[in-house]
Nanobody, 119 residues
């Protein structure tokens, strides 16, 4: 069992940066791929980024602007978001799953944190 809690969301202006963090509980944290998804109002949940053994994956809309990292010693995964755009406005969810996490192989979800980017 893995419990995920996100933090770091808020209201920022276009062009600003924001860092999201996800704290995971559970002794098996290191056995999971970790990722971030987001869901904007009226839209489906979208893959943002994931860190799997040996690789970091990004959605096309955030590639080059967002950076995912994980600290296994602290059981955390972070998402550094730079050059934010209004279209990045969404609820961001932390996820734990398998290697195919990008394709929806998610075992656990956090409750989400809201990011709002004003123009």
């Amino acid at each position: 069992q893995v419990h995920l809690v996100e933090s770091g969301g808020g209201l920022v202006q276009a062009g600003d940066s924001l860092r999201l963090s996800c704290a995971a509980s559970g002794r098996t944290f290191t056995s999971y791929a970790m990722g971030w998804f987001r869901q904007a109002p009226g839209k489906e949940r979208e893959f943002v980024a994931a860190v799997i053994p040996g690789s970091r994956l990004y959605g096309d809309s955030v590639k080059g602007r967002f950076t995912i990292s994980r600290d296994n010693a602290k059981n955390t995964v972070s998402l550094q978001m730079d050059s934010l755009k209004p279209e990045d406005t969404a609820v961001y969810y932390c996820a734990a799953g398998g290697r195919l996490i990008r394709d929806g192989a998610v075992d656990y979800w956090g409750k989400g944190t809201l990011v709002t980017v004003s123009s």
